[in-house]
């Protein structure tokens, strides 16, 4: 249980487009899904909170109007990076939060997406 | 505000020998504590977790983690590595009323050699 999948898993294209990832809870509903962002050899960092049915919470430093976000379902939400560059190559990891209440349940991480802008 | 630091950013065993993965962590209320494992451009495996019940907790692959308030330490150990434990390990912390937002260490990379 608890399976958390991504779409796709690499995806390459070039400066100047627009790139949409999926982030799939295939066992269980999400109220809320997270989006990191990992460098190579980096930790991740929280780039938003999704919950489903509102506006998403960016960090700070973190570009809204770039990183769109869409959770339109308890099991399905979005990240959109439009306008990708360069600088935007990176591995995307999604994590999902079961939707059972409670603020410390467990985050299940999908297999995240590596994005290379050429 | 919470963070979490990780001791070593690379630790190599001998394959048997025991396994130390050091944490630390500063939290302004009674957080849970975490260990992610990555494997090579794979995502994140929870191996245990710790949510203010028993202090020792058991995760899966053999892996154990003990929660020592004092010492503000959440260290990361199994007995005897195995090949397959070669990994990046995340030590991770989120604080109570925070709606699970996460903050991560940097990363140990262990290393298992024969």
């Known amino acids: 249980g608890a399976v958390v999948s991504q779409h796709p898993s690499r995806v390459i294209c070039k400066s100047g487009t627009s790139v949409k990832i999926e982030c799939r809870s295939l066992?269980?509903?999400?109220?809320?899904m997270f989006w990191y962002r990992q460098f190579p050899k980096q930790s991740l960092m929280l780039m938003a909170t999704?919950?489903?049915?509102?506006?998403?919470?960016?960090e700070q430093g973190v570009e809204k109007d770039k990183f769109l976000i869409n959770h339109a379902s308890l099991t399905l939400s979005t990240l959109t990076v439009t306008s990708a560059h360069p600088e935007d190559s990176s591995f995307y990891i999604c994590?999902?939060?079961?939707?059972?209440?409670?603020?410390?349940?467990?985050?299940?991480f999908g297999p995240g997406t590596r994005l290379l802008v050429l | 505000a919470q963070s979490v630091t990780q001791l070593d950013s690379h630790v190599s065993v001998s394959e048997g020998t025991p396994v130390l993965l050091r944490c630390n962590y500063s939290?302004?209320?009674?957080?849970?504590l975490f260990w992610y494992v990555q494997h090579p451009n794979k995502g994140l495996q929870l191996l245990l977790k710790?949510?203010?019940?028993?202090?020792l907790v058991k995760g899966i692959n053999g892996f154990e983690a003990e929660f020592k308030k004092s010492e503000t330490s959440f260290h990361l150990t199994k007995p005897s590595a195995h090949m397959s434990d070669a990994a990046e390990y995340f030590c991770v912390v989120s604080e109570a009323g925070t709606a699970s937002k996460l903050t991560f260490g940097t990363g140990t990379r262990l290393q298992v050699t024969l």
């Open positions: 939290s302004s209320y009674s957080p849970s």
């Open positions: 710790y949510t203010s019940a028993a202090t």
């Open positions: 999704s919950n489903e049915g509102s506006k998403a919470t960016y």
């Open positions: 066992d269980f509903q999400a109220t809320t």
């Open positions: 994590s999902a939060r079961e939707a059972s209440g409670g603020t410390q349940e467990t985050q299940y």
